[in-house]
């Protein structure tokens, strides 16, 4: 079983940033695919940021791209998602997800293994 831990996040002011982390424990991470998710009240869960094992793909949701980036460390077993520009439609509790893949998912179902989330808030 792998255990995830998301941190970092809190309130911040349109235009600013924020650095989440995702750290793993009970098992590496090295050769899972990792993926940052988010929900906003009375909204369905949404994709966010996807990464493979390597680090060498990634994909964005159209929303983020060029704002946010994500990132990962296997040495440390930990997963990062740079959050630049933030506006206030990006608040939401922000969710680590894993998988033991090769591929890149990047919807909810297909991952196995969910973090308990974190909350931002980004004030206008």
């Known amino acids: 079983q792998v255990q995830l831990v998301e941190s970092g996040g809190g309130l911040v002011q349109a235009g600013g940033s924020l650095r989440l982390s995702c750290a793993a424990s009970?098992?590496?991470?090295?050769?899972?695919?990792m993926g940052w998710f988010r929900q906003a009240p009375g909204k369905e869960r949404e994709f966010v940021a996807a990464?493979?094992?390597?680090?060498?793909?990634?994909h964005y949701a159209d929303s983020v791209k060029g704002r946010f980036t994500i990132s990962r460390d296997n040495a440390k077993n930990t997963v990062f998602l740079q959050m630049n520009s933030l506006k206030p439609e990006d608040t939401a509790v922000y969710y680590c997800?894993?998988?033991?893949?090769?591929?890149?998912?990047?919807?909810?179902?297909?991952?196995?293994?969910w973090g308990q989330g974190t909350q931002v808030t980004v004030s206008s």
């Open positions: 009970g098992r590496t991470i090295s050769m899972y695919a």
């Open positions: 990464i493979n094992w390597t680090g060498g793909s990634r």
């Open positions: 997800a894993g998988r033991p893949s090769i591929a890149v998912p990047t919807t909810t179902s297909q991952y196995n293994y």
